[in-house]
Nanobody, 128 residues
C-alpha cells in the first residue's frame, strides 16, 4: 500500500527555518517525481517545488526561489523541503505528492491532477 507521510511542520517567527520531510512507502522514488504543495485557508492549493528523483531536476515557484530547497534521499525513500527566510505568507498546510514523472515536468509539475498519491499534510505557521 502506498503512503506519503509529511513531517517537520511547526510554528516559527519570520526569518526562521524549517525542514519538511516526505517519507514514501509502498513504492520507490526512483521512477517518480515528488512535489510539494501548500494550501492556506480560502486559497487554492499551489505548487511550491518538485524534484524528479530519476535525474534530480528541480523546480520552484517564483515565490520561494532562493529560499526553499528541495532534495531527495532515494536510499531513505524520503524527499525534503528546506525552507529558509520564512515569511508570514508561507503559512499554510504543506502536502507532498507523487506522480510517475512521465510528463513534461518543466511545464506540468504544478498540475495537481497528475499526482497519484498525496500525504495528509503538515501545518507551517510563520508569525511576524
Amino acid at each position: 500500500e502506498v503512503h506519503l507521510v509529511e513531517s517537520g511542520g511547526g510554528s516559527v517567527q519570520a526569518g526562521g527555518s524549517l525542514r519538511l520531510s516526505c517519507a514514501a512507502s509502498g513504492f520507490t522514488l526512483d521512477d517518480y517525481a515528488i512535489g510539494w504543495f501548500r494550501q492556506s485557508p480560502g486559497k487554492e492549493r499551489e505548487g511550491v517545488s518538485c524534484i524528479s528523483s530519476s535525474d534530480g531536476s528541480t523546480y520552484y515557484a517564483d515565490s520561494v526561489k532562493g529560499r526553499f530547497t528541495i532534495s531527495s534521499d532515494n536510499a531513505k525513500n524520503t524527499v525534503y523541503l528546506q525552507m529558509n527566510s520564512l515569511k508570514p505568507e508561507d503559512t499554510a498546510v504543506y502536502f507532498c505528492a507523487a506522480q510517475p514523472g512521465s510528463v513534461n515536468l518543466p511545464i506540468m509539475w504544478r498540475a495537481l491532477f497528475l499526482y497519484n498519491y498525496w500525504g495528509q499534510g503538515t501545518q507551517v505557521t510563520v508569525s511576524s
